[in-house]
């Protein structure tokens, strides 16, 4: 079974994924802040989640029968804050103090400090325990929620992450989804240098669970595996994004030093005008 997506869905969402990016880029360089680059590597996997794999209502931000997704890699938090305005969750006015100090957006989400932001996230190797503990409560209360995960490739050095996929997959948690964006460079290098990931796919399918391998920037196969959930009854899916750091702005693209640096306001504009060109 397939999603059946068509290229005007596909478009659509590539259009969302685009303006993300603008508001990504925007959030970052008004803040003076850092992880443009994270959160550019992301974007599409978010676009496909909030605009057309999750059930979310915006007019019920807690809703009990709602989907959930929590950021792990809470440093891409400009990515999650420009997806929840965009889809309607709050106004977009405040994208414009967020990370900043008067702001309502923190540089690292925080639960409920607005509408749609599930867990508080940033520490890296919690959000994976999170999302399991509360997949086992839906399962435990007989609800059909889901609970989608998006972890950095680099979170996945701390153990708390495997003795969380350890507990998912004992629990026989499918209502539970992980998804690794592999940008392969994580604060201080590359993943394979600071500490090998490799083979990465057989680590997850080890420990219980069913995997995936996608171009975590192809928007058609985002939403056909999302769409998939889940991959093995009884069983909880891990995809593996293959993505790229810095996405969609060429001077970005695979350099480490955009993990921490903010663009400066030319640097801004030559970014939008980049993305206007797409």
């Known amino acids: 079974m397939t999603s059946g997506i068509q290229a005007a869905d596909t478009k659509y969402l590539e259009d969302i994924a685009r303006q993300l990016r603008k508001d990504v880029i925007s959030i970052v360089g008004c803040a003076k802040a850092s992880h443009v680059a994270s959160a550019l590597s992301c974007v599409d ?61 923190a540089g690292h989400p925080v639960y409920r400090s607005m509408p749609g932001i599930e867990a508080t996230t940033g520490s890296l190797g919690h959000g994976l325990p999170i999302g399991a503990g509360m997949a086992f ?50 604060g201080f290098g590359r993943t394979d240098e600071v500490l090998g990931l490799e083979p990465f796919g057989k680590k997850w399918s080890s420990f219980g669970w069913a995997v995936e391998e996608i171009d975590g920037h192809n928007m058609r196969e985002i939403v056909d595996v999302l769409s998939r959930i889940p991959k093995k009854e009884k069983r909880p899916t891990a995809i ?21 640096k903010p663009p400066t306001h030319e640097e801004m504009q030559l ?8």
């Not at 309607?88 to 008067?102: N, P, T, V, W, Y």
């Not at 153990?159 to 998804?179: R, T």
Request: glycine share 8%; with cysteine.
């Open 45 to 105: 996997i978010i676009t496909a989640l909030y605009f057309k794999i999750l059930k979310i209502d915006p007019k019920k931000p807690y809703d009990e029968s709602r989907d959930c997704f929590i950021l792990s890699k809470g440093h891409g938090a400009s990515a999650l804050y420009a997806a929840l305005a965009g889809k309607g969750f709050f106004d977009k006015k405040f994208l414009e103090k967020a990370c900043m100090d008067e702001g309502h957006l």
């Open 137 to 186: 409560a839906l399962k435990h209360d007989k609800k059909p929620a889901r609970v989608f995960v998006l972890l950095g490739d680099g979170e996945c050095d701390e153990g708390s992450v495997w003795e969380a996929a350890l507990a998912a997959s004992h629990f026989k948690l499918d209502n539970l989804i992980a998804i690794i964006d592999y940008n392969k460079l994580q």
């Open 240 to 260: 593996i994004a293959h993505t790229i750091k810095g996405k969609g702005v060429s001077f970005m693209e695979n350099r480490l030093e955009w993990h921490y």
């Open 271 to 278: 970014a939008f005008k980049e993305l206007d060109e797409i």
